[in-house]
């Protein structure tokens, strides 16, 4: 079966300061793994997604995610925050049969600091 | 490309009514689509995948007679919460997968529908 795990439920760090959201995944085959944004009262955006291609992924807005294996990670990176950034966000693993159902982390709130 | 449209935005009813939810992909079919409740500051519940032409699969716990999925064409599926109450007050979002593409591709979400019952 597969899990995931985000660590922080917050985070806040500085306008202009590197942001890191973490997020550890369980699975018992190899993973496709997605990150995606929410802003208050809409849908979700997709940020970047892994799907066994490269291990370091880029996706909108200037974020990336690695995945590394050895750790069961797949850390959300981004070099300088802005205050658009402020939002919540999810990791997401998708099962590996059937639907394909997605299993979602318990999300991360990203508070950004003037 | 891959927009979700979800409507209504917000709706407001009385305690017994029904209301209908609509998802719609409008640049791309969608065989599957999914159906989520969110809690106020929490994650996204799967309520019930609803597969075109079929039945709707509902997780568990989710009271298939409450929560009416209708999934009548490769680019509608509608929601129905039967006689509301206050407790089935929400935020619900649906997504869509294209029709064809790998079943690890991304999901496109709708905006979502903030449901209050008073």
């Known amino acids: 079966a597969q899990s995931v795990t985000q660590l922080d439920s917050h985070v806040s760090v500085s306008e202009g300061t590197p942001v890191l959201l973490r997020c550890n995944y369980s699975?018992?085959?190899?993973?496709?793994l997605f990150w995606y944004v929410q802003h208050p009262n809409k849908g979700l955006q997709l940020l970047l997604k892994?799907?066994?291609?490269?291990?370091l992924v880029k996706g909108i807005n200037g974020f990336e995610a690695e995945f590394k294996k050895s750790e069961t990670s797949f850390h959300l990176t981004k070099p300088s925050a802005h205050m658009s950034d402020a939002a919540e966000y999810f990791c997401?693993?998708?099962?590996?049969?059937?639907?394909?159902?997605?299993?979602f982390g318990t999300g991360t709130r990203l508070k950004v600091l003037a | 490309g891959a927009v979700v449209s979800q409507h209504p935005s917000r709706v407001i009813c009385k305690s017994g009514t029904s209301v209908k939810i609509e998802c719609r992909s409008l640049?791309?079919?969608?065989?599957?689509m999914f159906w989520y409740r969110q809690f106020p500051k929490q994650s996204l519940m799967l309520m019930a995948t609803?597969?075109?032409?079929?039945?709707?699969?509902?997780e568990q716990g989710v009271e298939k007679d409450k929560f009416l999925i209708n999934h009548a064409s490769l680019t509608l599926s509608t929601l129905t919460v039967t006689s509301a109450h206050p407790e089935d007050s929400s935020f619900y979002i649906c997504?869509?997968?294209?029709?064809?593409?790998?079943?690890?591709?991304?999901?496109?979400f709708g905006n979502g529908t903030r449901l209050t019952v008073t």
């Open positions: 640049d791309f079919q969608a065989t599957t």
């Open positions: 997504s869509a997968r294209k029709q064809g593409v790998l079943g690890n591709s991304p999901l496109h």
């Open positions: 609803s597969n075109e032409g079929s039945k709707a699969t509902y």
């Open positions: 699975s018992s085959y190899s993973p496709s």
């Open positions: 997401v693993v998708s099962s590996t049969s059937g639907t394909y159902k997605y299993i």
């Open positions: 892994y799907t066994s291609a490269a291990t």
